[in-house]
């Protein structure tokens, strides 16, 4: 894949700590993930982007650095991410490293020399340092709310800073040119060492009104960011990116950022899509969509209208490290397992690219019994419990074996622990079975690199009744899914049409399964 290869790009996900551990403590490495490379490239994707791997507290799991140019030592070292690179790029993968610019650790070299030195001082001005309200400033400067619950300020002397996430993560201030020039020569830092691109994390989130106004009834905390919102997706972040793509199109080979930005409105997504802004963003539409035709239809054709006005291809995810997996949001058991088997295939079959999140491919549902003195995940304990929080999908993978860690490392223990049914799910145990998710999508990956009509491109949909959606891909390709609970004939269209392949193995000639999905290609 050359030339705007991101535009038709299949990118895996890998949670670090939970995809292969080398040394046997129990927690993901970069040499574990080095060693599953080939795995990967036989799967069939074309990318691989990584969670955070810098050194890091992990009060959020990494998402707070500590130092944005090396390696946490539990992961590895400089030369291992180096060595991961070359194979990968061996290999015909690309590798997407994630970025964290909204905010650093509490203990990055910046935030403890702005503790140490007084208000107005040129350390402070890097971060979102405020005087408090009321005659002592005792009080916070405004109703701002964290996003993993209480407010979003700490005090330290006789001033607050604002974390719009836990306190161990306070946010930078993206009008200081310091902090500009900082992140800048960081891209440069992993560009020259041979990375692809970046995920960026919440890529909305940078730019603040500088007035700091109080939260209206309506502009919540948590979730798509509204318009007008004093916090979220601010015009001003705009400038950010389109500096950092002035540079990323400095280096050759296509490298990309990929930008993870909850707004509500797909209108202002398109915005961070110009030309001259992000590549590519990830596309919550989709996941968030409701298991039904009308649901699923509306978020594909909102999603390909808008990014269209400016020239940007649509991605389609169905999971990631922050939300429950799509086995046990469709249902869970076998009907969550039937509609995700259904649902990888609409979502390979839509134009643009798409997103795997480690796991899905064997069908991992979430894992919601965990010991609490386990959970890592901050909006578990800032909650005291009330929200069990994201470390139900970041369960480790397993790949082989009948007893834990089923193949996650040398050890016997992980750092959450595996359900003994996943036995049953390792890749081992599914590789070379037709039946099983892991075969299903290799197979649909196999024929998404081979089918010319796959990838990016447009789509015409045909006329379906009731639970049923179709379209049709040129040269020859069609998709039917059958989201209802009952069995349907196939659509007049892929009369004589040739099977290519079908969620339900078992589907009958004429007739789609219920909860199932098919792609044809003319002619037997």
């Not at 400067?141 to 700490?154: L, Y």
Request: charged content about 25%; glycine content about 10%; proline content about 8%.
């Amino acid at each position: 894949m050359s030339g705007e290869w991101w535009r038709s790009a299949v990118i895996y996900q890998v949670y670090v700590w939970s995809f292969a551990d080398s040394d046997g403590d129990g927690i993901g490495d970069l040499p574990g993930v080095r060693s599953r490379l080939p795995y990967l490239r036989d799967l069939g994707v074309d990318a691989v982007w990584l969670n955070p791997f810098y050194p890091s507290p992990q009060a959020d799991n990494g998402y707070d650095v500590a130092d944005y140019r090396d390696v946490d030592p539990r992961f590895g070292t400089l030369d291992d991410v180096a060595g991961l690179i070359a194979d990968a790029h061996d290999l015909g993968l690309r590798i997407i490293l994630d970025l964290v610019p909204n905010h650093t650790s509490d203990q990055h070299p910046w935030f403890r020399a702005a503790l140490a030195a007084p208000p107005g001082s040129r350390e402070r001005a890097r971060y979102l340092f405020r005087d408090g309200r009321g005659p002592d400033g005792a009080q916070p400067p405004n109703n701002w709310i964290s996003m993993f619950g209480g407010r979003a300020w700490t005090r330290v002397g006789s001033q607050w800073y604002l974390h719009l996430f836990a306190p161990e993560q306070p946010d930078l201030d993206w009008t200081n040119d310091e902090v500009r020039a900082e992140f800048e020569d960081i891209l440069r830092f992993w560009f020259d060492l041979g990375a692809d691109g970046f995920r960026i994390d919440v890529a909305h989130g940078l730019a603040k009104d500088p007035q700091m106004p109080d939260l209206g009834e309506k502009q919540i905390a948590t979730g798509p960011a509204p318009e007008g919102h004093p916090h979220w997706d601010l015009d001003e972040v705009h400038d950010v990116y389109r500096s950092w793509r002035r540079l990323s199109d400095s280096y050759p080979g296509e490298r990309v950022f990929v930008g993870e930005v909850w707004v509500q409105s797909l209108d202002r997504l398109a915005r961070y899509l110009r030309r001259d802004e992000l590549h590519t963003a990830f596309n919550f539409t989709f996941l968030l969509a409701r298991w039904s035709a009308k649901s699923l239809r509306t978020a594909v054709d909102d999603s390909i209208g808008h990014l269209l006005t400016v020239g940007a291809p649509a991605t389609w995810v169905l999971s990631n490290h922050d939300v429950i997996r799509h086995v046990t949001r469709y249902g869970g058991g076998e009907l969550g397992l039937r509609r995700a088997r259904a649902a990888a295939l609409l979502m390979l079959a839509l134009p643009g690219g798409a997103y795997v999140y480690q796991g899905e491919e064997l069908g991992l549902p979430e894992v919601t019994e965990l010991p609490d003195e386990l959970r890592r995940d901050p909006t578990f304990r800032r909650s005291q419990g009330a929200d069990p929080g994201r470390d139900g999908c970041r369960v480790p993978l397993p790949w082989s074996g009948a007893v834990p860690s089923y193949g996650f490392g040398p050890g016997a223990a992980a750092w959450l622990p595996q359900p003994p049914e996943w036995a049953q799910l390792t890749v081992a145990r599914q590789t070379g079975d037709p039946a099983s998710m892991l075969e299903l999508y290799r197979s649909a990956l196999r024929h998404r690199r081979e089918l010319p009509a796959l990838g990016d491109g447009a789509l015409h949909w045909l006329s379906t009744e009731d639970e049923v959606l179709a379209f049709r891909r040129e040269p020859g390709f069609t998709c039917v899914l059958n989201v209802g609970d009952v069995p349907v004939p196939l659509p007049p269209e892929v009369d004589g049409a040739r099977l290519l392949l079908a969620s339900d193995p078992a589907a009958d000639p004429g007739t789609l399964p219920a909860a199932s999905a098919a792609w044809f290609a003319a002619g037997r």
